[in-house]
């Protein structure tokens, strides 16, 4: 197989070419599917809004006046409460060979590798999508959370599913290299040492070859490739980004604007800084940058709208639906003849049940640890896994202007004066935006509207109650405020050309890769079928937030799936 490096460097520019004359055609189409799906149609990822929303002025400029995304109503901890079976789940009402909880990526890749058993797909919140929803604004479709993934292997499972999903008629693949804001200004050349003295360029320099190397002659694939000799990833996975920059750095000091950058990157993609960042997690991440990525409009959105619309399409005229969104599972347990017994809340709240041969936990581990009957006392090791992982919260704001944007790179980190705080503490005491998405990258410039992306992370493990208080919102809104008058100056845009800044928060979305978690096994309990009937496919089965590893684990346990169900 080619592998990732050949193919940017064999035949991207062409494939480019090809798919923005593609793009030019029009392609790229977000009108509301139309069928007799009758109230299905308000579960799609993407949600319209009006073309002038109603906005509250904060700092003189207009706001969405609270927070889209994860909305707590259980005593303000989500999804951890759930109302109890004091007398034992009711009797089940169908019969079903598959059923997924959780309608996020992972969820709706392992709904359409297991459409042929016409899997019912649960849903906690009215809209699929997870934290890969999307809004459209005016024609402009942005994302709430995931932007982008990697450049798939040609001929790859992952080639042929975005092509199957037609994504490739509407992508922009990037392959520019990241800018950086220093002062106020960008930066060209930044990661070549660009205005550094001789002793720091040297060192950066240095830092390339290393990402170089990962790239092309080491790189650390997750999921561990199966049959093959992976020791030297799972003792890299013993190591800290930090530490492992530092052994291959030649006793070259590592320059602290350097430094300040990395730690930007991983606040950004990780939620957590580079002293608590598995190398092997980091370097899957750095290093995959170098193979191009794959910008869709809405970013991720548009993925699992495509992914929505596939099982839309399936769904039959007087059946019970298969898509049930806005349905809360409550209770997962073993039942008799090899069978799991799931019940749940309908979005009238009345409480009902459903065998199925087979369940797929799609949701989160902290959540699926709370759904899972006798799961301590079953399995306390994949318990004892579920807890060891955490989660880091995040804060999107999408900034809709009413007029065209420069043709901007499509990210930009953002290194202020370069004293970026390099620890958790020291980041909460002055947490920001540390990048910035042109939410636009794929649309016409000669579009009237458009929308830039700036993400917010939260990198100490208390971050996410910030998001819990009653008046959260507008503190957000106000120390958010300095930060995209800065962003917009720095494009040279006007406030007066914001139509509306819309915030949304997510608590729980990325799951910490830290060390040792492939190393000492916690993966591989993450990972094992509970009592061979209850499989789970999320990003946190690798404690790493990629939609590659997503859909690649809803690959492999769908072909497990579907070996053992025939």
Not at 289 to 303: D, I
Not at 422 to 450: C, E, K, W, Y
Not at 548 to 554: F, M
Request: hydrophobic fraction near 40%; charged fraction near 20%; include cysteine.
């Amino acid at each position: 197989m080619v592998n990732r490096r050949m193919f940017l460097k064999g035949g991207l520019s062409a494939l480019g070419l090809g798919l923005a004359q593609r793009r030019a055609l029009g392609l790229a189409q977000f009108d509301t599917p139309i069928g007799s799906h009758g109230p299905l149609l308000q579960s799609r990822p993407f949600a319209q809004i009006p073309l002038h929303p109603k906005s509250t002025i904060v700092n003189e400029l207009p706001f969405a006046d609270w927070f889209t995304g994860d909305s707590y109503s259980n005593n303000k901890i989500p999804f951890h409460l759930t109302p109890s079976l004091k007398d034992g789940p009711p009797s089940p009402t169908e019969d079903v060979d598959v059923a997924i909880i959780g309608g996020g990526i992972s969820g709706l890749a392992t709904a359409l590798l297991l459409r042929q058993y016409r899997p019912v797909l649960f849903e906690l919140r009215p809209r699929y999508g997870g934290n890969a929803q999307g809004e459209i604004w005016g024609g402009a479709p942005f994302s709430l959370g995931g932007a982008y993934f990697i450049t798939p292997d040609e001929g790859s499972f992952l080639d042929h599913f975005y092509r199957w999903l037609e994504l490739d008629r509407v992508v922009r693949v990037d392959t520019g290299e990241n800018p950086v804001e220093l002062g106020g200004k960008i930066i060209d050349g930044f990661w070549d040492g660009a205005g550094q003295p001789p002793e720091s360029v040297l060192a950066f320099k240095r830092y390339a070859e290393i990402v170089q190397y990962y790239a092309d002659l080491s790189y650390p694939e997750i999921p561990l490739p199966e049959g093959q000799d992976n020791q030297w990833i799972i003792d890299l996975d013993t190591k800290t980004l930090r530490e492992d920059i530092e052994e291959k750095m030649n006793g070259l000091p590592i320059p602290p604007l350097l430094a300040a950058a990395i730690q930007g990157y991983c606040y950004s993609s990780f939620g957590i800084g580079w002293d608590d960042l598995s190398a092997a997690g980091g370097w899957n991440f750095i290093a995959a940058e170098e193979f191009g990525r794959w910008v869709l409009p809405g970013g991720n959105a548009y993925l699992v709208d495509a992914m929505w619309r596939k099982l839309l399409a399936l769904e039959r005229p007087n059946q019970s639906p298969r898509l049930r969104p806005g349905c809360q599972v409550i209770d997962v347990r073993i039942a008799p003849g090899d069978r799991v017994l799931v019940t749940y809340l309908e979005p009238s709240g009345a409480l009902r049940s459903i065998r199925a041969r087979r369940v797929v936990m799609a949701n989160s581990k902290h959540i699926a640890k709370y759904l899972i009957h006798e799961l301590r006392e079953r399995d306390q090791l994949k318990l004892d896994a579920m807890n060891a992982i955490e989660n880091m919260a995040y804060v999107v704001a999408n900034v809709l202007l009413n007029r065209p944007i420069p043709d901007l790179p499509y990210d930009t980190f953002l290194l202020r004066d370069g004293n970026l705080p390099m620890t958790p503490d020291s980041f909460a005491a002055n947490s920001h935006f540390v990048d910035i998405v042109n939410g636009s990258f794929t649309r016409n410039r000669l579009a009237q509207r458009s929308v830039l992306t700036l993400y917010w992370p939260l990198p100490w493990f208390q971050g996410r109650y910030s998001l819990y208080v009653d008046d959260c919102w507008h503190d957000y809104a106000q120390r958010i405020a300095p930060d995209i008058r800065a962003a917009l100056a720095l494009y040279r845009l006007s406030p007066a050309s914001v139509e509306q800044i819309r915030l949304t928060r997510w608590g729980h979305p990325i799951p910490v890769c830290a060390p040792r978690l492939i190393a000492d096994g916690t993966v591989a309990n993450l990972r094992r079928p509970f009592e061979g009937l209850i499989y789970f496919v999320n990003q946190d089965n690798w404690a790493l937030p990629a939609v590659e590893n997503s859909l690649l684990d809803a690959k492999i346990f769908s072909d497990r799936i579907a070996s053992e169900l025939g």
